[in-house]
């Protein structure tokens, strides 16, 4: 009997043991619980704190790429319009050299024209020269026998002089005789006028005619621009606004209006319905009559 009870007596102690050891692991494991879900909440927060956070930078990053990628947008542009004006100052270049040559070109042929003009006019100048002291020696010559004749004249009236003399110291009786006839009044030969001289010199005639009234010619003819450029320039008294009419041999071709001037050489623009198509080099331009 004594032996159950002190069995029962361990057996109680051993379960109340065990339900203490129970009680204080529970407790245990509940603080501990308790503590890492404090902490779980305390990271929870930390990091929602932290993801709020990240949102708000990432919300703040995203406005930066959208203004990124607006001022992106707006260097391509500036980008591409220099890229478009590098291209259009490229094509206004090459115009430009273009244009240089094409007037280079037009400047050495209106030069080799002027010099070959010039060496013209010399010609025709000595010519002319030529021509005058052939006049002036022909002159001379006439002039000369002018003058011998009047020479001689005046010998014949000395001459004239002197019988008339000796006829009044003649006695005064003669046998009759015929009558004398009165003396004629003496003829005064006087020389011929200047005018008169000039008529019987034989001399070619000599026309004279100023530069603004000669006849240029087209030099080159500018299909896109629609103007022409001929050697006709302020040296041949070409104004700007002056109105030229354009020829081919007799034909008629039209009008155009000077635009530009230089000294031996200018610019015209075609007066419609005339244009580029109806003209060609070397067809002749002439004031508008």
């Known amino acids: 009997m004594k032996k159950g009870g002190r069995t029962l007596f361990i057996f109680l102690v051993l379960i109340i043991v065990i339900l203490v050891s129970g009680v204080f692991i529970s407790l245990f ?16 927060d930390d990091l929602t704190i932290r993801n709020t956070k990240v949102t ?12 990124l990628q607006a001022k992106k ?38 030069a080799r024209n002027r010099i070959e003009m010039r060496q013209k006019l010399i010609r025709e100048m000595e010519a002319v020269h030529a021509r005058l002291r052939e006049a002036e ?3 001379a010559g006439q002039e000369k026998a002018v003058t011998d004749f009047q ?31 009165a003396r004629q009044p003496r003829n005064e030969i006087i020389p011929p006028s200047a005018p008169a001289m000039q008529e019987k010199v034989d001399l070619d005639r000599i026309v ?25 320039g302020a040296r041949h008294g070409i104004k700007e606004s002056d109105i030229m009419s354009v020829y081919r041999g007799k034909a008629y071709l039209g009008d155009v209006r000077v635009s530009r001037v230089q000294e031996e050489m200018s610019a015209a623009d075609f007066i419609p319905p005339f244009s580029s198509r109806k003209v060609r080099k070397n067809d002749q331009v002439v004031a508008k009559r």
């Not at 708000?56 to 995203?62: E, I, N, P, V």
């Not at 240089?100 to 209106?110: G, P």
């Not at 100023?210 to 080159?220: F, I, K, M, Q, W």
């Open 56 to 67: 708000s930078a990432l919300k703040d990053s995203r406005k930066e790429i959208d203004v």
């Open 73 to 110: 947008k707006d260097i391509e542009d500036r980008v591409n319009g220099l890229l478009e004006e590098m291209d259009l100052e490229k094509a206004l270049n090459e115009k430009i050299k273009t244009d240089n040559k094409k007037l280079r070109d037009d400047l050495e042929t209106a």
């Open 151 to 181: 020479q001689k004249i005046a010998n014949l009236q000395k001459l004239n002089d002197e019988l008339e003399q000796k006829i009044k110291t003649l006695p005064s009786v003669v046998p009759a005789a015929a009558p004398v006839p």
């Open 208 to 232: 004279v005619t100023p530069d603004s009234a000669r006849e240029g010619h087209v030099l080159n003819v500018d299909a896109e621009t629609e103007f022409l450029i001929f050697d006709l």
């Open 29 to 44: 494991l509940l603080q501990s619980e308790t503590a890492v879900r404090k902490a779980a909440e305390q990271t929870i």
């Open 137 to 139: 020696h022909k002159a």
